[in-house]
């Protein structure tokens, strides 16, 4: 079935990014998000969860790149990697146009028309990476099409200091949407 096709290769991904991963590597998605659950990711890469809105925000993404390299030539999927002290911080961007990172959200909604921390945080990093200064964060959502300039690239003293203050959870509300919150010490309720 092609649908079984589909959900395979996505989970051989997961798997394979999950698994055989470098120890030392942090993934930019990890460094904005909980530090206890890139762990549990790492250890049990099976929990990945099988959800349809998941698969429907990869189809969203997937098509928009497509779109991206029809229309404005985009790289997409890049690989990029820069390493700072002890750390080494890894990332797949989603799109470069020109001189501009492009970072694609599917999201259920955005709320207040305003970007979420988090993901202007993750666009912050692979400016840094990228060693590029211009950003764009686009939500494609079923209620909306945001996007949003982030023209600031983190600076290695922010990298660092979020990998120092990297904790669990990094934000209050990550342990309702977590599925290794039913096993984690950490986890808060509510």
Request: aromatic letters at 14%; one cysteine or more; proline letters at 4%.
């Amino acid at each position: 079935m092609i649908i079984e096709k589909f959900i395979e290769l996505d989970l051989m991904e997961h798997y394979e990014h999950s698994v055989f991963r470098e120890p030392d590597k942090i993934w930019v998605s990890e460094l904005v998000q909980c530090k206890q659950k890139a762990y549990f990711n790492a250890k049990f890469p099976e929990v990945y969860q099988i959800e349809p809105r998941f698969w429907l925000g990869k189809i969203v993404h997937l098509g928009f790149e497509k779109w991206l390299e029809q229309e404005y030539n985009a790289k997409t999927e890049v690989e990029v990697e820069k390493s700072i002290d002890d750390i080494t911080v890894s990332g797949r961007v989603d799109a470069i146009v020109d001189d501009t990172v492009i970072e694609i959200k599917y999201a259920s909604d955005v709320f207040k028309n305003e970007p979420y921390e988090h993901h202007i945080k993750q666009v912050r990093l692979y400016l840094w990476l990228t060693d590029l200064t211009n950003g764009k964060l686009i939500y494609i959502s079923p209620k909306k099409f945001l996007e949003f300039d982030v023209l600031a690239s983190a600076s290695d003293d922010e990298v660092i200091m979020l990998y120092d203050t990297w904790s669990s959870p990094r934000y209050p509300w990550e342990c309702k949407y977590c599925p290794f919150s039913v096993i984690c010490s950490r986890a808060k309720e509510g």
